[in-house]
């Protein structure tokens, strides 16, 4: 099962490895080789919500996720995307920047460091409606009572996550986007930066979270009817065709995944250049990373750890909570990427080892149980 799940990540770390010396000698090997630890340690809480979204999808898009997902998470977000930025940032054709990553690797660098406030408040923003949207849910089973339970009440409240959101896009703007460091302009233009790519993260969320929940729902009146009308075509001994609608579910849940995958890798690409600022090393050992996330997911999907853990996904909700908020203070003051690592290993941690504990607890109260029972009955 494992090998099957991830042998492709195993031969991708082969090639990309082999392609790192072949470029960039045993330097190059080093290189590759930590960013793609980084890339997996920071991009594991991504995993743990992307199962959640994708144990809804049937084999077929999981298959998609796992090929064509990862050809837009590999080359999309971590070799495009960095060109993508500077070329916007620099005013710049996609071609001129391509050539000024592999001549002139410094100004490159710095015209993406530039490029960090506004690639923070869209990632920061996206990933901070995630959040809240899941910590204003009422759900049958809480983690954190003491949190949960009042904010779930707050909920019933409409449009509190996006006032909440807006507020606090407000209040960056104001403090971390109006004294961000730059290379020109004026502090009022960055704050400006901040402020629209903050909104477009909102607007970005909004559109996509909310045509993936509107196909959902969809998907499950369709399932409804799909089960009526194959109760009546056993009765009549006809063959009924499958509902086209989960078809377009499943799209725009894929579509849901990518961007979120994309706010995701925001930290990991930014804090690549931290590591090296050569394009060809950053592509390789992220996008060995990327595939050892995707493998993750199906694995945690196949093998149904979210619902023996079911504290899991609370954990990489919190993580992702404090990604978002580390993003965008990062507007302004730099913060390493081991501790915004660390921060979310740590939570994925506590929550599986309390979902470990309500297990030990679960199965001594129904040993219980069964042991008062007299034995005659």
Known sequence: MVLKTFGWSFAVTALGLVAAV??????????VAILSILEISLSFDNAVVNAGILKKMNAFW??????????????????????????????IGP????????TDKDHYQE???????????????????????????DREIKWLTWIERPLAKLGRVDMLSVCIALIVLLISAMTFGSQAHQHGGTHADKAETVLLAGIAGLITYLIVGGLSSFFEDKLEEGEEREHEAEEEA?????????????????????????????????????????????????????????MYVRSLTVYLVREGTLDDYV??????????????????????????????????????GVSFWSSVRRNKRLAAEDSKDKAEIPSGV
């Open 111 to 137: 015209l993406v460091t530039d490029a960090h406030p506004s690639i923070a408040a869209f990632g920061g923003m996206f990933l901070l409606m995630i959040f809240l949207n899941f910590l204003f849910e």
């Open 22 to 31: 072949l470029y960039g000698g045993w330097a190059g090997f080093g290189v």
């Open 95 to 102: 071609i001129e920047a391509v050539d000024l990553a592999m």
């Open 234 to 290: 056993k009765r009549q001994g006809k063959p009924v065709s499958a509902v086209k609608l989960a078809g377009k579910a499943a799209f725009f849940m894929f579509l849901y995944l990518e961007v979120l995958d994309a706010s995701f890798s925001f930290d990991g690409v930014i804090g690549a250049f931290a590591i090296t600022n050569d394009i060809v090393l950053m592509a390789l050992g992220l996008g060995i990373g990327a």
């Open 311 to 348: 504290y899991l996904e609370h954990g990489a909700h919190y993580a992702i909570g404090a990604l978002a908020a580390i993003l965008l203070v990062t507007i302004r003051f730099q913060i390493s990427e081991m501790i915004t690592g660390l921060i979310g290993v740590v939570l994925i």
């Open 62 to 91: 999981q298959k998609i996720f796992l090929t064509i997902g990862i050809l837009i998470a590999v080359f999309g977000m971590r070799l495009v995307f960095p060109v993508v930025i500077v070329a916007i940032s620099a005013k």
